[in-house]
């Protein structure tokens, strides 16, 4: 799909503003991913207000809008491309014990890269914010937001209050699917699981996923909020290619002015009239605050950063881990997609906007699952675990873009898929993830080079319970698929044991727990490195209205603001994040909310 990409750099000088130096901006947004989209169209609707987007990666390209493309596209450029620091009890099947974490480099932020699986979360994760000291961000605060952002096409839901239909944001059904996913669906039905909208009134259940796709096609935060207002707004301004390095904060009053940025080998000084507002994401946006003095004294001595304002900027991290597997062979001949049997006339086909192809699956995800395990500590509309299916597993591209982007062992891929794909056997598998972990790890800074990644040790599985609560997942995925809807496939569980796992007797329950820590994955939910909270709570970074603490006009506004781990993918969350900022920034500055406000997002229009 390389040959997808050569019209990129040609189309890169129609987003490039290049930086001016010491020239001024009302607003300085750093990071393009949802939420910073997301402000820099909302801000930007005041012709008055001359908005700065700043991002350090290039401009999507054709490859980007191919939905089954996601994992190949996380072994590009378009990747920060981050590992984590080895582990000692998790990706014990990835090289080097270093788990993934893959991160959008590009004009859309991670939203250009991920598996556009739209999940909003459960009423109790907003409620739980605002009861830690966050006014304004319960759920029935939080949801006008969702909305707001939502263009739904969703079968049966046309008339949901808890879908809009006039946002910037496609979220649609995905129109390939598999036969193995509608028996999945029947055989959870089967086993006690009902059919639900997991974006609705109740989370809990099955349900075909919801993207955020357009016409079969990936509909990012940059197709979303900024290619169709782009040449409209002259007040909007973009650089590309470009990496901040540190916030400018006068050290007596405390206040941001600017930042400094370093564009094709020189540093500019680019000042901020009223704000300067990371949403760099949850890696990004600690990092820099670290290298502009905002973090933790013992981390900013160490490596000698003058100490601006002592934070615990990224001393907390959460974030989702699964099991890459199970997988179930079926009796069926020519009904699994090997993605190397992608030709030109499919590719054709889906260019010319037939979305029923196999290149609309959204990375070959089709369902999710919401589930409880045995003495669950959340309420009883809180799932504990996610069961999403997937038509296909490693063997779907023969071991390269899936392998790759999770950083597994070619050994793995050898003994355990290989047979899978050389036999072009029927099957299907799960990814089943952990909602709530009691594991939390941190990032810090080793040196001041801006260009060096921070160090990041997210310290999965330290708390044995994680293992537990997944394994309880595992028995409730095989125990789904003994239903009659699966077993009229002949479903069957794949045994050839996980190398490093032979020990145990394949299927018990020590055998799973091996298998756990050695098919670790994240799903790429990093939250808290910028905790939301109140100031008089040491572990928070930012207020309810994302202000960094004790630092004026400076604030973060992404996925790193989250306080506890969502029962949730967190692309949603992050253009709500966006949408919310937006709104609240304009009230700071006295500005009326106009039509395009949370209170009229019903008549939105495209």
């Known amino acids: 799909m390389g040959k997808l990409g050569l019209h990129s750099s040609i189309r890169q000088k129609y987003y490039d503003d290049a930086p001016r130096q010491n020239a001024e901006y009302d607003f300085i947004i750093v990071g393009s991913g949802p939420a910073g989209c997301v402000l820099a169209n909302r801000l930007s609707e005041n012709p008055k207000w001359q908005v700065y987007l700043i991002e350090a990666g290039s401009v999507e390209n054709l490859s980007h809008q191919i939905p089954l493309a996601a994992s190949y596209l996380q072994g590009t450029h378009s990747n920060w491309g981050y590992k984590s620091k080895p582990q000692k009890l998790a990706c014990l099947g990835m090289n080097k014990n270093e788990c993934a974490l893959p991160r959008g480099k590009v004009l859309g932020g991670t939203s250009s890269i991920n598996y556009m699986i739209y999940n909003r979360g459960n009423r109790h ?292 898929y290989d047979p899978l794909y050389t036999a072009k056997q029927d099957h299907f598998s799960f990814l089943v993830m952990q909602f709530h972990p009691k594991s939390k790890g941190r990032l810090w800074l080793h040196n001041r080079n801006p260009l060096e990644w921070p160090r990041i040790d997210p310290k999965y599985f330290k708390n044995p319970e994680d293992v537990e609560e997944i394994l309880e997942g595992i028995k409730e995925v095989i125990r789904i698929t003994k239903m009659p809807a699966l077993q009229k496939l002949g479903t069957r569980l794949h045994d050839i044991p996980v190398p490093g796992c032979e020990q145990h007797t394949f299927g018990s329950d020590d055998y799973w727990r091996c298998s756990i820590r050695v098919m670790s994955y994240t799903l790429h939910h990093q939250v808290a490195t910028c905790r939301m909270g109140p100031e008089t709570d040491n572990t928070t970074v930012v207020n309810a209205k994302l202000q960094v603490h004790g630092i004026q006009r400076l604030r973060v506004a992404d996925t790193s603001i989250i306080p506890f781990p969502p029962t949730s993918h967190t692309n949603a969350a992050s253009f709500m994040i966006g949408e919310k900022a937006a709104d609240m920034i304009r009230e700071q500055w006295s500005e009326n909310l106009d039509e395009n406000s949370i209170y009229r997002y019903h008549t939105y229009r495209k």
């Open 125 to 416: 994760d907003f409620d739980r914010w605002a009861e830690f000291g966050n006014e304004g961000w319960s759920y029935q605060e939080v949801l006008p937001y969702f909305l707001k952002s939502e263009n739904a096409s969703l079968r049966g839901l046309e008339k949901s209050p808890y879908h809009n239909h006039y946002g910037p944001l496609h979220v649609e059904d995905v129109q390939y699917r598999s036969d193995a996913v509608h028996a999945y669906l029947k055989a959870a039905q089967q086993a006690g699981h009902n059919i639900t909208d997991y974006n609705g009134e109740s989370q809990m259940g099955a349900s075909y996923v919801q993207a955020t796709t357009k016409n079969g096609r990936r509909h990012s935060a940059f197709s979303a909020y900024i290619q169709p207002i782009r040449y409209e707004r002259k007040n909007l301004h973009i650089v590309t290619n470009a990496k901040v390095t540190k916030v400018l904060v006068d050290a007596e009053s405390k206040q941001a002015y600017g930042v400094r940025l370093l564009y094709r080998q020189t540093l500019y000084t680019i000042k901020a009239r009223k704000e300067v507002i990371l949403s760099a994401g949850a890696f990004n946006s600690p990092q820099v605050l670290m290298l502009s003095g905002i973090g933790p004294r013992d981390n900013l001595e160490a490596i000698k950063v003058p100490i601006v304002k002592e934070l615990p900027v990224g001393m907390i991290m959460y974030d989702h881990m699964c099991h890459f597997g199970p997988t179930f062979t079926t009796n069926t001949t020519g009904r699994t997609f090997y993605i190397p049997d992608v030709n030109a006339d499919l590719l054709a086909d889906f260019l010319l906007g037939d979305a029923s192809t196999p290149l609309s699956s959204i990375g070959g995800v089709e369902s999710l699952t919401f589930a409880k395990i045995p003495n669950s500590r959340e309420p009883h509309d809180m799932p504990d675990v996610e069961f999403i299916t997937v038509g296909g597993s490693l063997a779907s591209d023969h071991g390269t873009g899936l392998m790759e982007g999770a950083n597994i062992r070619q050994e793995i891929y050898t003994k355990v």
